[in-house]
């Protein structure tokens, strides 16, 4: 009897995500808020749009949502099966995947916290990076269905360590956007060429992903094409930060990037991409980063 | 007539810059305040080991030492001669930069700031990184000589523009740094395996150079080699906060960072890398990262 | 019938706030978890040592405990009777105050959060300044109990927000205490006399309580009395940044300051008094504030 | 024969201070760049306006401007004899009293920065704080002028240590200002009544200067009056910056606050008292602090 596999949330990223399924699976069940979105990718790719509740039986069941609150709510009103597994790739909170894990113990269920990395480009080529958590055994049957978006897959821990790797990841990428926009005009302001500058530094021990891609492809050119939305930048360094309030560390640099990432996100435009994040601090300077 | 060439500070990177002089010039001149260091580069290398005097009268003089202040002070002792271009490879002052040109001035000389990334491995292999402001002219006549140890050399804006850029990249290091210090600390506290992770974060968008390199060859393994000593990076991460308060900038990240480091520097141990700047994090939170 | 008055939890503020209640009632029970300060109480100041029990079920009953948990642990092993009060003296957190509230609406029974201020010696005088949270004909009734150790005793709003108040009165303590080391620091290392300048700003707008009063009575005479231990305020300053963050409020500097004494807690001798936190920043400059 | 006193600069303080010299002096000479306020001084007090060829040539020279900049042009233009003692009240920087008690040695006088705290009321009232560095014995001699508006009178250290003195009590009052805009919104965010916490803080270990005054009387009533501009406030934490900055000392908290005021500064409207800091705070948070 044939594995089926399902997909709920068909965002900018799961869309893409679960157009990979079918190359392994025949049964690919998708569901969606938005039904349209659903049956469009079922024309498309060969998938089936189904209900929530049957998307729920699957044995294998990927969620890809905006946060964790809306992965429980679903758990909870549709538990899946006995035997089944369910993937998050959501970036989603530590605390939540213990609560999951637990929660689906009673079903007979595992819970993987998945979270993916490598924007939508790593979705539509199938390279993402997938950093995972929770059981080992689950892990390894779930791994085929990985694999068809996955580029490199890799098992970080318990529960919650997946999610905990994507957090202090996106700090970190919060972290490099902000020290790269006080730096750069701090260089303009002292009438250095910004592009020389650039290729400089990314030749150098000062680069990021942030200077290499992010820089030159949204700000400098001033796109801030939307791929990334800032609320979900700011949830992002605040699981980050709740991680290390936790373990009661002290992270001086960690709480005032969450800081100000918070007052960019509370001054943006509806809409914005992570990356204009910036523009609160070109609000302070008057020098547009370019 | 051939083009006389020398350089003046035979440190961990000017010894093995100077090394690549003799494949472009006949006469290469070094010179060294331990001077067996000279005699030494010169039996290896088929340079000549001459006094101060003689060194700053070449065609084109390179300096490469811990500061700006020790660059100004053989400079003012020994001004070069008419036509000449100083190179100055230190990591300095973008003011220093600015005085020397006026300096020079008076005796028909160019100054060139011109810092250097990449590390004793770029300045042995001959492909640092050089960053150089001033004027354009004497830079073009100084890049038959540059080219020998330079990868990427670029002209990146006038008298100063070079150090800022460094000064910056540098900057970014640090932030990188503690920024990684933070976060994987608080991974190690979650229960998270740190080479997954740093696996995971290097295939994702919160890499760095610092993730890629400075984490596994350096604090991972616990090997902290001193390459690039902590006091020096404590002076860069100024020279960068010295640039953005001349523009009136606000910095809140940039300063907090040029404190933490400040007092990384003042409770390390002598002779540490700048990677051993973590060491002040660990002896907060009690958590060694590896 | 005479209303029945206890006190629960016997430190070194609750065991001198217990002693003014005999003033204004006939009744009067205590209990601590270590029984013996509980019969010394007795035999001193005229209450009665009762159990746990009997505690639970005075009229008014008041806690002044280390934490919030330990107070809902009590409560809810001993729920109060119909009718009563519960006045929580403990500097709490706002969220258990709500919890308490609804808890004890089962048993028609009222939680008024009241935190003091003005440590032993206000506790000893009956001074003590109480910041008082919920419903507010309870606390006109337990009005006359309070008023035997208070000096300004306020209404501040509902459930919670006397532990607000107090967490963001504890914060700025931590604030001016920081501030005062590096200030102070700064100007010892440029040759300045500290008590001559303390005398200045204390007649002057950088005046705090801090200046008045720590700085004098605790550091510059390096006595570091232990009357308000740091991992307590570690604790509050902690409450009044989740408060912030509940809200979602960008905090920079709260957040700095709550990291500063977190890692000040982490790293500080057993038994540290708060004001003991100047000496991390004491460990990274080598300069003795005295 | 009598002693002669000249005061330049009549400004809003120095309008005031200037009043109560002719308490204790004959001779009072008054100058101002408008000249027309030196007229109406003398009209008003009894003072004479004269030019400043005159009144640099005083036994006892009073300044009081905006930067210490300004000081050194007109004593650079205009040395006093000798004998002479320049008493600069302007906040100023510790390295321009240095360099001016240098300069002012060729001519054989003396020169003290002597900074006041106490605002306009102070001023009116002849109780400024006046906190002063340099030569004890020319001290001496000043002080039976200084005594006509000052109430504590304090000699704090060599050349240079009053400016530090007010530079960091500015400094403290721009930490505690920024430290009641974050707490007060957190509170305000949770429901509590400002006016109420605003009572208990002050009552409280956590009050400050700026609780007790420039919170009530400046910002929760929303008046902002312009009594002391927010460019002066964002120079002074500069200065008080630049002390730790020389010392090497690494300052976090400092640091944070000259990077907010600074930002505050940017974005203000013109004419903002320090007070008006707040809002940039305010703009982040679209909570109004009343």
Redesign the interface.
């Known amino acids: 009897m044939s594995v089926s596999v399902a997909f709920i949330g068909l965002g900018a990223m799961g869309y893409r995500m679960a157009a990979h399924l079918p190359k392994a699976f025949q049964s690919v069940w998708v569901w969606n808020r938005s039904f349209e979105k659903a049956e469009q990718h079922a024309k498309t790719y060969g998938t089936q749009a189904v209900s929530i509740e049957q998307a729920t039986q699957a044995d294998i069941i990927f969620s890809c949502l905006p946060t964790s609150r809306q992965v429980e709510d679903i758990i909870q009103a549709h538990p899946p099966k006995a035997g089944a597994i369910w993937v998050d790739c959501t970036s989603g909170e ?1 605390e939540s995947a213990k609560r999951m894990v637990e929660f689906l113990k009673t079903y007979q269920a595992d819970f993987l916290d998945a979270p993916v ?3 939508t480009i790593g979705a539509e080529k199938g390279t993402l ?1 997938v ?1 995972i ?1 929770g059981d080992q055994a689950a892990f390894e049957r779930a791994y085929p269905a990985i694999e068809t978006f996955g ?2 897959i ?5 529960a ?2 997946g999610f ?2 994507k957090a ?6 919060a ?2 956007l ?3 926009a ?6 303009k ?5 910004l592009n ?2 650039l ?3 990314n ?7 942030v ?1 290499e ?2 820089l030159p492809q949204r700000i400098l050119n001033r796109s801030f094409p939307l791929t990334f939305a800032l609320p979900l930048l700011a949830k992002d360094t ?1 699981i ?1 930060l709740n ?18 990432i ?2 960019a996100n ?2 943006a435009a509806p809409d914005s991409d992570f990356s204009a994040a910036v523009k609160l601090y070109e ?5 547009t980063i370019q």
Do not use: R, Y
């Open positions: 530590p990395s490598g924007q990076t950093m958590g580029g490199l890799k098992h970080v821990g318990d919650g360590a905990a790797v202090v990841n996106n700090m970190l990428l972290v490099h902000w020290a790269a006080e730096g750069f005009t701090a260089l302001a002292s009438g250095v060429d020389s500058a290729e400089c530094i030749a150098s021990s000062g680069k990021s992903g200077t891609t992010t605040g980050a991680l290390a309030q936790q373990a009661k560390l002290p992270t001086p640099l960690l709480s005032l990037i969450q800081n100000l918070q007052a509370l001054t609000d302070w300077t008057k020098i």
